[in-house]
């Protein structure tokens, strides 16, 4: 069987591209060609089996009031489930977290990470071998994040927050067993400012593909 990479986020996952002009087909969402996720499989070959598992919006695990079934937690079990045997998770959430509506900061949204990997541990879906997770925190908001029409929703704070979070999910991954990467030079774009760009996603897949066999 081939390794089983599960790979849990948010629109950075599921591949929303703000820059039409961007994305190869000029829509909302880069295609298989350009995700990072889809680059990865394709970098890793055919001894692995990568799936997405990413829906814009999502949370660590805190509910969101104007969305329905955001907070990673609420369909963990499921998703793993659904997905085994996994050899590897990978999750990259925490932009979301720092929504001011959502009232935490940068500190609850490691908190709601280390909650979030404690129940992946516990699913049986690892088959014999111990539970195997990469947190990947991902790159900061850029400020122009609050002169966007997308990002007024975001709320106030956001930025600041997010620039705190690589300290505080570095630290939860050493005390949950997790391994670590900090997405931090992965280029995000300049028209909402929260968005990997196509050159983004080349280069966070670049980066996993080194990092990932080593992990296996």
């Known amino acids: ?122 699913v049986d879906c690892w088959g014999d071998h111990a539970p195997n997770i990469l947190i990947v925190c991902p790159p900061a908001i850029l400020p122009l994040m609050e002169d966007h029409p997308c990002g007024v929703p975001m709320g106030k704070g956001c930025i600041e927050k997010s620039l705190q979070l690589p300290q505080y999910l570095s630290a939860t991954a050493q005390l949950v067993g997790a391994h670590y990467f900090d997405a931090a030079e992965c280029e995000f774009n300049h028209v909402d400012g929260m968005h990997l760009t196509r050159r983004g996603h080349a280069q966070l897949a670049g980066k996993l593909a080194a990092l990932v066999p080593t992990l296996l």
């Open 1 to 122: 069987m081939k390794k089983h990479i599960v790979c849990i986020g948010d629109s950075n996952t599921h591949g929303y591209c703000a820059d039409p002009s961007d994305c190869a087909d000029g829509g909302i969402r880069f295609n298989e060609e350009e995700r990072w996720t889809c680059l990865l499989q394709k970098a890793l070959g055919d001894g692995f089996l990568v799936t997405e598992e990413g829906l814009s919006g999502r949370t660590t695990v805190f509910p969101d009031p104007l969305h329905e079934s955001m907070d990673a937690l609420g369909v963990l079990y499921a998703l793993l489930k659904s997905h085994e045997v996994v050899d590897l998770m990978i999750v990259m959430l925490g932009t979301n977290d720092v929504k001011e509506r959502l009232g935490a900061n940068a500190a609850c949204a490691a908190l709601g990470m280390e909650r979030l990997v404690r129940k992946a541990q516990s």
